[in-house]
């Protein structure tokens, strides 16, 4: 399978400013066993920061050593969980040789000492694939269903350095009055609860809802959460995750493969 996925995360603020970040992600997916597939991640595009391409040199610097781990080739299992990094040494050469070409062109303590802490990312696979877990595509589109149910981290919200814990429980019946989302017809609908009681949060309410294709995969997911804080003047904050298939994209899918 090849595909490609359109990816959309927006952090809005109480005063209605908001923060984003789009890209299409390019992938390709192997069967190698009855259990165990291999997804490529091919690489990013279109890159966009606050619906801007990103101008400022600091996020040139995350978006060319981003850009430098791919591809990156994980072991998945049937139930979507990745279970591993394939390639990591090839990871850390092009990371190592991406650094130097960076302190080169940029040659500063600032540059050299956030290339210093972002090395660390890579010091083992378990630690790569902690942070790779960040990312909003990864972290949607593994993302499995047992019984129902669906748990995801939304990191730094409702605020910067924030974890929280969710759980998605699947509606018996589509109810879409209480809370607006742009869904193709007919989409699976869950209605988004935090993990864990937070007692700077007032009140939490969100939804979930994806189509799938026939082979499994996400054709539309699209997440929305609310969040009120206790804060005397507070209003709510919001994260809104969008990943689609690219309809610009080719698809092809071998039959076999699932």
């Known amino acids: 399978m090849s595909d490609s996925y359109k990816v959309c995360v927006r952090h809005i603020l109480p005063d209605d400013t908001f923060y984003s970040y789009r890209a299409v992600m390019d992938i390709r997916a192997e069967k190698m066993t009855p259990d165990a597939y291999r997804f490529i991640l091919l690489g990013r595009r279109d890159v966009m920061i606050n619906e801007s391409p990103p101008e400022n040199i600091a996020d040139m610097i995350r978006l060319e050593i981003g850009d430098s781990l791919y591809p990156v080739y994980l072991s998945v299992s049937a139930e979507k969980e990745i279970r591993g990094i394939e390639n990591m040494c090839a990871i850390k050469e092009r990371r190592a040789e991406k650094k130097a070409e960076l302190l080169e062109r940029y040659p500063t303590g600032e540059v050299e000492q956030y290339l210093k802490a972002s090395e660390e990312n890579l010091a083992d696979e378990r630690r790569f694939l902690n942070v790779l877990r960040r990312d909003a595509f990864v972290s949607f589109y593994f993302l499995s269903e047992k019984d129902g149910v669906m748990e995801f981290a939304l990191r730094d919200f409702p605020e910067y350095g924030y974890v929280t814990t969710c759980y998605a429980v699947k509606e018996e019946e589509s109810d879409t009055n209480s809370f607006i989302l742009s869904v193709p017809d007919n989409p699976d609908i869950y209605s988004v609860m935090p993990a864990f009681y937070n007692k700077r949060v007032r009140k ?14 996400f054709e539309h997911f699209e997440l929305s959460v609310n969040v009120l804080m206790n804060d005397e003047a507070s209003s709510y904050m919001r994260r809104r995750v969008v990943i689609e298939r690219d309809p610009e994209a080719e698809r092809v899918v071998n039959r076999w493969l699932y």
């Open 204 to 217: 939490m309410e969100g939804k979930l809802s994806c189509m799938r294709t026939k082979e499994g995969d």
